[in-house]
């Protein structure tokens, strides 16, 4: 059923070169009908009457399929989200040097989500003042808000936006798909410093690796692709083909040169509201290092409903708050004052709503037995 699927998998534009390749080759059906279907949804009665295998087949026999119908409704998903997208994608670089990475405007007041790997080295030098360069070649000076070394995010923070370039949305709102692994997804950013917004475009290879960086600490949530991401690249959104911010793409995770990795639009939310707020993420010290691990099917009885992955305790510090209260190594954490943790993030997110002498209660699974221990934050 390959038509069908190109016909349902690629969305508009594929439903559209679609329609343009079966009214080419086959004349004697109806234009009208076939263009208004192809702008319908996919569960529409005019796109199912249209495109229903029987007719695509009929229209397009496996015997003389032309492919280029494919790779038609593939570049027009790439090039539709790159004319979407470039222009809120800036360089980013100090005083005149070369470019040291990229970012994305995420608001009307002129904030722009970039890494925070390359930023401190940079910091000091120019008293946190950046220049950020649009894809037209407009230059405007910016001001650090904030960094997240844990998260690789930072925020700066230009004056005077008009929201002129535009700006890009986060696909974490009611409604906006959860990533896939397989689906398509999108680069932009300002490569080797030559000047001028680039794409490259791969699949998900996975949704939701928890990965160590360069610098010790684990970063959860992290994107897998074979998205092309070359020096320069890095602090980029990575877009779906709606033109949705599903991750910020980093270098702080070490991979193969066929693999790059992108930070989450989920934990790139919460991050940017923290730096926003305080000008940095605050979280309470647990006094312990974790991963997010999906939960063994036997256990599930013990968890919320749904909840198929917790963080697992990969080391305790010496003298923390997590020793202290009887926390050990492999313990899972399920839940931190009767609220679900699936994942680091959830963690995190906790942790930052909790103040300094205060407890919290976390709930532990250890072999199979639950717990629920105190925790003092001293």
Same mark, same amino acid.
């Not at 006094?287 to 599930?300: E, F, K, Q, W, Y």
């Not at 010496?318 to 959830?346: C, R, V, W």
């Given at each position: 059923?390959?038509?069908?699927?190109?016909?349902? %998998?690629?969305?508009?534009?594929?439903?559209?070169?679609?329609?343009?390749?079966?009214?080419?080759? /086959?004349? /004697?059906?109806?234009?009208?009908?076939? $263009?208004? $279907?192809?702008?319908?949804?996919?569960? @529409?009665?005019?796109?199912?009457?249209?495109?229903?295998?029987?007719?695509?087949?009929?229209?397009?026999?496996?015997?003389?399929?032309?492919?280029?119908?494919?790779?038609?409704?593939?570049?027009?998903? =790439?090039?539709?989200?790159?004319?979407? $997208?470039?222009?809120?994608?800036?360089?980013?670089?100090? +005083?005149?040097?070369?470019?040291?990475?990229?970012?994305?405007?995420?608001?009307? !007041?002129?904030?722009?989500?970039?890494? @925070?790997?390359?930023?401190?080295?940079?910091?000091? *030098?120019?008293?946190?003042?950046?220049?950020?360069?649009?894809?037209? %070649?407009?230059? #405007?000076?910016?001001?650090?808000?904030?960094?997240? &070394?844990?998260?690789?995010?930072?925020?700066?923070?230009?004056?005077?936006?008009?929201?002129?370039?535009?700006?890009?949305?986060?696909?974490?709102?009611?409604?906006?798909?959860?990533?896939?692994?397989?689906?398509?997804?999108?680069?932009?950013?300002?490569?080797?410093?030559? %000047?001028?917004?680039?794409?490259?475009?791969?699949?998900?290879?996975?949704?939701?690796?928890?990965?160590? +960086?360069?610098?010790?600490?684990?970063?959860?949530?992290?994107?897998?692709?074979?998205?092309?991401?070359? &020096?320069?690249?890095?602090?980029? &959104?990575?877009?779906?083909?709606?033109?949705?911010?599903?991750?910020?793409?980093?270098?702080?995770?070490?991979?193969?040169?066929?693999?790059?990795?992108?930070?989450?639009?989920? !934990?790139? *939310?919460?991050?940017?509201?923290?730096?926003?707020?305080?000008?940095? =993420?605050?979280?309470?010290?647990?006094?312990?290092?974790?991963?997010?691990?999906?939960?063994?099917?036997?256990?599930?009885?013990?968890?919320?409903?749904?909840?198929?992955?917790? =963080?697992?305790?990969?080391? =305790?510090?010496?003298?923390?708050?997590?020793?202290?209260?009887?926390?050990?190594? $492999?313990?899972?954490?399920?839940? #931190?004052?009767?609220?679900?943790?699936?994942? #680091?993030?959830?963690?995190?997110?906790?942790?930052?709503?909790? +103040?300094?002498?205060?407890?919290?209660?976390?709930?532990?699974?250890?072999?199979?037995?639950? +717990?629920?221990?105190?925790?003092?934050?001293?």
């Amino acid at each position: 059923m390959f038509h069908r699927a190109i016909a349902q %998998g690629w969305g508009l534009a594929g439903r559209r070169s679609l329609s343009r390749y079966v009214t080419r080759k /086959h004349p /004697h059906l109806e234009l009208n009908s076939i $263009a208004s $279907a192809a702008n319908q949804p996919r569960s @529409s009665m005019a796109f199912e009457e249209v495109f229903s295998t029987a007719t695509v087949e009929r229209c397009l026999p496996h015997s003389n399929v032309d492919d280029t119908v494919a790779l038609d409704a593939y570049s027009e998903s =790439v090039c539709g989200v790159y004319e979407k $997208a470039a222009a809120a994608v800036v360089s980013i670089s100090v +005083s005149r040097k070369p470019p040291i990475g990229s970012g994305f405007f995420v608001s009307s !007041t002129g904030l722009c989500l970039t890494n @925070s790997v390359t930023l401190p080295a940079h910091n000091t *030098e120019n008293n946190g003042q950046f220049l950020l360069t649009t894809n037209d %070649g407009v230059e #405007m000076p910016a001001t650090l808000v904030g960094t997240d &070394p844990a998260t690789d995010c930072a925020v700066l923070q230009i004056s005077n936006f008009t929201g002129q370039f535009g700006t890009l949305q986060l696909s974490t709102g009611e409604g906006d798909p959860r990533v896939r692994v397989g689906q398509l997804a999108v680069s932009i950013g300002n490569p080797l410093g030559l %000047g001028g917004a680039t794409v490259s475009a791969g699949v998900v290879s996975q949704a939701a690796r928890t990965l160590k +960086s360069q610098d010790g600490p684990s970063i959860d949530n992290v994107i897998q692709s074979d998205v092309a991401l070359n &020096p320069g690249s890095a602090g980029g &959104p990575m877009l779906d083909t709606r033109g949705k911010v599903i991750g910020i793409t980093t270098t702080v995770v070490p991979g193969p040169a066929a693999t790059s990795f992108a930070v989450a639009a989920a !934990t790139i *939310e919460w991050v940017l509201s923290d730096i926003v707020q305080y000008g940095e =993420v605050r979280r309470g010290s647990i006094g312990a290092a974790g991963a997010t691990r999906i939960v063994p099917s036997t256990l599930h009885q013990l968890l919320a409903p749904g909840q198929k992955t917790a =963080v697992e305790v990969v080391q =305790v510090q010496s003298h923390g708050a997590a020793e202290q209260a009887g926390i050990s190594t $492999a313990d899972l954490i399920i839940a #931190m004052n009767g609220i679900p943790i699936h994942s #680091m993030g959830d963690l995190f997110r906790q942790l930052s709503t909790t +103040s300094t002498g205060t407890d919290a209660s976390i709930t532990v699974v250890r072999g199979d037995v639950v +717990s629920n221990i105190d925790v003092f934050f001293a």
